[in-house]
């Protein structure tokens, strides 16, 4: 006889916890299965000295009652394991939630009948359970990570998990113990066991980041907005990236003193949480270059800490980005090696060989000890969900086999294959980037609405497709360049196990951007699923929920926030004044050796330029750069960021060149001074610090047109040696007709109607198809090689494919650079749009290969 129920959970931690009170809510049966004796989850089984969360109290706590909070007080900012498991079973006890829990009880198998439109679970302890909804509820840190070191197994003293540590605790006075692993459980643990060990000695693979707890009671300032508002407080954390409201910085390390950079860096050491430094500025953990400099400070900390010098350096982290991995919060963790019964080895220096009868042997010496310490770590993420094998779908797909080359989810909660199973905080979710709590509480929320929403509506099977789980895995690989998550190897990418599949599993585009986007799949019909009914009928709305890149899609979003009137509805002075104001709260560009403004003589008179110089010597090549703005907009300074960018990337000389305006100058004009000022920088090459020789020309936007057709120009009246060109979503003609302008007509910041107001300032309809407006419509041979960049989300995009078409089909040598998930601004707004940046270095190379090309 099997349990009939409408819901099986596996867990009982936080989540299990929450989703068999939400269940019981919505009138629904449902069995909770816990290997366990009790309630607690991650926090049943972790109980080695130290254990405590790194997210403050006030934050890890359900919000789901208000009487909850009330009837419960944490102790200090952190609490640890003892302190959350009592909470935990006082919720289990409040809600009366044991009576739906069959603890000591594992799942061994799971198989999908399709007949019965139903889950079929094995256990190790009773009877087995059939139900229609499956959700695994396991955690992502609690498969235990089993120590990989030969003579692991000979050795004949005690050893111990920190992931499974001994209900009785472990008594260490007097005893030799070595601790293996530095990771958050072994530097939480390690000052302790320093504390009652007659010696300690730890071997240490990797160093990690890690900064001072700081424990004491919850911070006054988060306590006083609990207590003015909390149902405010925590709407607001369920929007925040990390579900925990926190100001966020808005200067960048360049625009800071190092006098200011060292003052934020203090405050955030000094705050004894993990955000205090994240948020120092605004590039902090996003970029290379900001990082560096925080990360640097860090290790000055320990250098300044450990009093032996080669311990310090040993504990300083070289070899990633500070918040690739998970920073750890510590209590004495670093003074820990001042103390004379303390060493440290560096397991870069002397790996271990084997473990011995008697202790351990390195590369360069024994080491005798009483007892070993195990602190490996997990197997995160999917390890808890695959230790349920066989865990079978539909067709009998094994989960192993459909996750052998990493893990694929739509919306971290559901697998295609799999009807009717959900994972909670599952990998291509925000779960260990996030305050669990918050993250947990959103994803029951959903789980049981989809669940009683099927009910109400005749529905009994849910599944994924396969599009929409491909297009969340991009949109997920997509949010890592928004982060250094990529550059560390850490159990978020599975590095940390043997022959697992290599992958930033968490999604990192923020919690509360992802609760919008699981809300905007219910309110778009269920996208991306199939449902199903009990006669076998079912209701498909296959497709994508997220096509832009995630921060295109934010600033979209905050842009919509705005309302602003349209550009075409100002007339062109109100629209200038208005972008000049626009432009004054971007970020500012990054330092460049130096900057200089000038006027060159144009076709119709003086024309300004500014001129951005690497920091390198020279002299260099040099581009020559017209910028956007549809003939109508902009300046010789209105692209500022992007050559900033170009120059510190390609290590050439940018001029960007002005050129005279629509209304007051019509076509011809912009062609003409594109056309004067390239001659003029080929002639003064040398006078402004550039290389004599062939240049380069870009152009975006209206001003990859001024560019391209500067091209053609030079080709035909000659003044010019042009080595190659870079047109940055170009304008190359002007026929309206094309997909991508009624694909994209609006919504993506340049719109159709901006467009035609565009043309209509600039160009009459009858000088339209003069190749000098429309370089498509012109001869084409003979033009030097091309980059042209074109955005998936653009009215242009398709004139700028047929230009690049056109050319190669005329003989020339182009290649394409087709921008997935951007608009027409992404790749010019530098450090706003960081997915932008390898498309960036991409068109930085490709003009410096133009260059170099022609001086061979």
Same mark, same amino acid.
């Given at each position: 006889?099997?349990?009939?129920?409408?819901?099986?959970?596996?867990?009982?931690?936080?989540?299990?916890?929450?989703?068999?009170?939400?269940?019981? !809510?919505?009138?629904?049966?449902?069995?909770?299965?816990?290997?366990?004796?009790?309630?607690?989850?991650?926090?049943?089984?972790?109980?080695?000295?130290?254990?405590?969360?790194?997210?403050?109290?006030?934050?890890?706590?359900?919000?789901?009652?208000?009487?909850?909070?009330?009837?419960?007080?944490?102790?200090?900012?952190?609490?640890?394991?003892?302190?959350?498991?009592?909470?935990?079973?006082?919720?289990?006890?409040?809600?009366?939630?044991?009576?739906?829990?069959?603890?000591?009880?594992?799942? #061994?198998?799971?198989?999908?009948?399709d007949t019965a439109q139903r889950w079929q679970l094995g256990t190790n302890n009773g009877t087995p359970v059939s139900c229609r909804f499956y959700v695994m509820a396991s955690g992502c840190l609690s498969a235990p990570k089993p120590p990989e070191i030969e003579g692991a197994k000979d050795f004949a003293g005690p050893t111990y998990l920190t992931s499974r540590w001994p209900h009785e605790g472990v008594d260490f006075t007097g005893k030799r113990v070595a601790v293996i692993g530095t990771g958050?459980?072994?530097?939480?643990?390690?000052?302790?066991?320093?504390?009652?060990?007659?010696?300690?000695?730890?071997?240490?693979?990797?160093?990690?980041?890690?900064?001072?707890?700081?424990?004491?009671?919850?911070? @006054?300032?988060?306590?006083? %907005?609990?207590?003015?508002?909390?149902?405010?407080?925590?709407?607001?954390?369920?929007? #925040?990236?990390?579900?925990?409201?926190?100001?966020?910085?808005?200067?960048?390390?360049?625009?800071?003193?190092?006098?200011?950079?060292?003052?934020?860096?203090?405050?955030?050491?000094?705050?004894?949480?993990?955000?205090?430094?994240? #948020?120092? *500025?605004?590039?902090?953990?996003?970029?290379?270059?900001?990082?560096?400099?925080?990360?640097?400070?860090?290790?000055?900390?320990?250098?300044?800490?450990?009093?032996?010098?080669?311990?310090?350096?040993?504990?300083?982290?070289?070899?990633?980005?500070?918040? /690739?991995?998970?920073?750890?919060?510590?209590?004495?963790?670093?003074?820990?090696?001042?103390?004379?019964?303390?060493?440290?080895?560096?397991? $870069?220096?002397?790996?271990?060989?084997?473990?011995?009868?008697?202790?351990?042997?390195?590369?360069?010496?024994?080491?005798?000890v009483d007892a070993i310490v195990f602190a490996t770590g997990f197997d995160a993420m999917t390890g808890a969900v695959l230790a349920v094998h066989p865990m079978t779908g539909r067709g009998g797909m094994k989960l192993a086999d459909a996750w052998a080359d990493g893990p694929k989810t739509y919306l971290g909660l559901t697998v295609a294959g799999f009807p009717n199973l959900f994972l909670v905080t599952g990998p291509g979710s925000p779960s260990v980037l996030a305050n669990m709590a918050v993250?947990?509480?959103?994803?029951?929320? *959903?789980?049981?609405?989809?669940?009683?929403?099927?009910?109400?509506?005749?529905? #009994?099977?849910?599944?994924?497709?396969?599009? @929409? !789980?491909?297009?969340?895995?991009?949109?997920? @690989?997509?949010?890592?360049?928004?982060?250094?998550?990529?550059?560390?190897?850490?159990?978020?990418?599975?590095?940390?196990?043997?022959?697992?599949?290599?992958?930033?599993?968490?999604?990192?585009?923020?919690?509360?951007?992802?609760?919008?986007?699981?809300?905007?799949?219910?309110?778009?019909?269920?996208?991306?699923?199939?449902?199903?009914?009990?006669?076998?009928?079912?209701?498909?709305?296959?497709?994508?929920?997220?096509?832009?890149?995630?921060?295109?899609?934010?600033?979209?979003?905050?842009?919509?926030?705005?309302?602003?009137?349209?550009?075409?509805?100002?007339?062109?002075?109100?629209?200038? @004044?208005?972008?000049?104001?626009?432009?004054?709260?971007?970020?500012?560009?990054?330092?460049?050796?130096?900057?200089?403004?000038?006027?060159?003589?144009?076709?119709?008179?003086?024309?300004?330029?500014?001129?951005?110089?690497?920091?390198?010597?020279?002299?260099?090549?040099?581009?020559?750069?017209?910028?956007?703005?549809? *003939?109508?907009?902009?300046?010789?300074? /209105?692209?500022?960021?992007?050559?900033?960018? %170009?120059?510190?990337?390609?290590?050439?000389?940018?001029?960007?060149?002005?050129?005279?305006?629509?209304?007051?100058? $019509?076509?011809?004009?912009?062609?003409?001074?594109?056309?004067?000022?390239?001659?003029?920088?080929?002639?003064?090459?040398? !006078?402004?610090?550039?290389?004599?020789?062939?240049?380069?020309?870009?152009?975006?936007?209206?001003?990859?047109?001024?560019?391209?057709?500067?091209?053609?120009?030079?080709?035909?009246?000659?003044?010019?040696?042009?080595?190659?060109?870079?047109?940055?979503?170009?304008?190359?003609?002007?026929?309206?007709? $094309?997909?991508?302008?009624?694909?994209?007509? !609006?919504?993506?910041? %340049?719109?159709?109607?901006?467009?035609?107001?565009?043309?209509?300032?600039?160009?009459?309809?009858?000088?339209?198809?003069?190749?000098?407006? /429309?370089?498509?419509?012109?001869?084409?041979?003979? %033009?030097?090689?091309?980059?042209?960049?074109?955005?998936?989300?653009?009215?242009?995009?398709?004139?700028?494919?047929?230009?690049?078409?056109?050319?190669?089909?005329?003989?020339?040598?182009?290649?394409?650079?087709?921008?997935?998930?951007?608009?027409?601004?992404?790749?010019?707004?530098?450090?706003?749009?960081?997915t932008g940046v390898a498309a960036r270095e991409q068109m930085a190379r490709a003009i410096r290969r133009f260059a170099e090309r022609r001086i061979r």
């Amino acid at each position: 006889m099997n349990q009939d129920v409408d819901v099986a959970v596996v867990g009982a931690g936080f989540s299990g916890l929450y989703l068999l009170h939400r269940l019981r !809510q919505a009138g629904l049966s449902a069995i909770a299965l816990e290997t366990g004796d009790d309630v607690g989850g991650t926090w049943y089984w972790n109980r080695y000295p130290g254990a405590r969360c790194d997210v403050p109290t006030t934050d890890y706590t359900f919000s789901f009652d208000p009487a909850l909070e009330d009837a419960w007080t944490w102790s200090e900012k952190y609490a640890t394991q003892p302190e959350i498991l009592a909470y935990l079973r006082f919720v289990a006890d409040r809600y009366d939630l044991r009576r739906s829990i069959r603890f000591a009880t594992t799942v #061994t198998t799971a198989a999908w009948d399709d007949t019965a439109q139903r889950w079929q679970l094995g256990t190790n302890n009773g009877t087995p359970v059939s139900c229609r909804f499956y959700v695994m509820a396991s955690g992502c840190l609690s498969a235990p990570k089993p120590p990989e070191i030969e003579g692991a197994k000979d050795f004949a003293g005690p050893t111990y998990l920190t992931s499974r540590w001994p209900h009785e605790g472990v008594d260490f006075t007097g005893k030799r113990v070595a601790v293996i692993g530095t990771g958050s459980s072994g530097i939480q643990a390690i000052p302790l066991i320093a504390q009652q060990a007659a010696h300690l000695t730890v071997f240490q693979r990797t160093p990690n980041f890690s900064i001072p707890a700081l424990n004491g009671p919850a911070p @006054a300032a988060t306590v006083a %907005l609990l207590e003015r508002d909390r149902a405010a407080y925590r709407e607001k954390a369920r929007w #925040t990236p990390v579900g925990m409201p926190r100001q966020r910085p808005a200067e960048y390390s360049w625009q800071l003193s190092e006098a200011e950079r060292r003052e934020r860096f203090e405050r955030g050491w000094m705050s004894g949480e993990l955000g205090g430094l994240s #948020t120092a *500025w605004a590039d902090a953990v996003s970029d290379v270059d900001g990082n560096a400099l925080l990360s640097e400070m860090i290790r000055g900390k320990i250098r300044d800490t450990v009093t032996d010098p080669a311990t310090a350096e040993a504990l300083c982290p070289q070899d990633h980005p500070f918040g /690739s991995k998970r920073p750890c919060l510590d209590t004495g963790y670093y003074d820990t090696y001042n103390r004379p019964n303390v060493k440290l080895v560096d397991l $870069r220096r002397e790996p271990i060989a084997t473990i011995t009868k008697s202790g351990i042997r390195t590369a360069k010496a024994n080491y005798d000890v009483d007892a070993i310490v195990f602190a490996t770590g997990f197997d995160a993420m999917t390890g808890a969900v695959l230790a349920v094998h066989p865990m079978t779908g539909r067709g009998g797909m094994k989960l192993a086999d459909a996750w052998a080359d990493g893990p694929k989810t739509y919306l971290g909660l559901t697998v295609a294959g799999f009807p009717n199973l959900f994972l909670v905080t599952g990998p291509g979710s925000p779960s260990v980037l996030a305050n669990m709590a918050v993250a947990i509480e959103q994803h029951v929320d *959903w789980i049981v609405d989809r669940i009683t929403g099927m009910r109400d509506a005749g529905h #009994t099977t849910i599944e994924a497709t396969e599009t @929409a !789980q491909a297009g969340w895995s991009r949109h997920v @690989a997509d949010c890592t360049g928004l982060t250094l998550h990529r550059l560390a190897n850490t159990w978020y990418t599975g590095a940390n196990m043997r022959g697992k599949a290599r992958g930033v599993m968490p999604y990192t585009g923020g919690l509360g951007a992802y609760r919008g986007i699981c809300d905007e799949v219910v309110r778009r019909d269920m996208l991306g699923f199939r449902l199903g009914d009990a006669s076998g009928n079912t209701t498909c709305n296959d497709g994508e929920v997220v096509r832009l890149q995630p921060d295109v899609r934010l600033l979209l979003a905050e842009m919509a926030k705005l309302n602003l009137p349209a550009m075409e509805s100002l007339g062109a002075d109100a629209a200038r @004044a208005f972008t000049i104001q626009a432009r004054a709260s971007r970020p500012a560009g990054r330092p460049v050796g130096e900057i200089t403004d000038g006027t060159l003589p144009g076709a119709g008179g003086p024309l300004r330029y500014r001129l951005y110089r690497p920091a390198t010597p020279g002299p260099h090549g040099v581009v020559v750069y017209f910028h956007a703005g549809g *003939w109508v907009l902009g300046s010789h300074d /209105s692209d500022d960021p992007l050559c900033r960018d %170009l120059c510190r990337r390609s290590d050439m000389l940018v001029i960007s060149v002005d050129y005279r305006h629509a209304p007051e100058h $019509r076509f011809p004009a912009a062609a003409e001074d594109g056309y004067a000022a390239v001659r003029w920088v080929a002639q003064h090459a040398a !006078q402004i610090g550039g290389r004599p020789g062939p240049l380069v020309v870009a152009g975006y936007s209206a001003g990859g047109n001024v560019a391209a057709v500067t091209c053609q120009l030079v080709r035909d009246r000659g003044g010019a040696e042009i080595a190659g060109q870079l047109l940055l979503c170009p304008v190359t003609d002007h026929d309206f007709t $094309r997909p991508s302008y009624s694909e994209n007509a !609006q919504g993506y910041h %340049l719109t159709k109607a901006m467009m035609h107001w565009f043309w209509d300032l600039y160009c009459s309809p009858a000088d339209r198809s003069d190749p000098r407006a /429309s370089p498509l419509r012109g001869e084409l041979t003979g %033009l030097p090689p091309a980059l042209v960049v074109t955005c998936e989300f653009d009215p242009l995009r398709d004139e700028g494919i047929a230009y690049a078409e056109a050319l190669a089909a005329a003989g020339v040598e182009v290649s394409q650079l087709r921008a997935r998930g951007h608009i027409h601004t992404s790749l010019a707004m530098v450090d706003v749009i960081i997915t932008g940046v390898a498309a960036r270095e991409q068109m930085a190379r490709a003009i410096r290969r133009f260059a170099e090309r022609r001086i061979r």
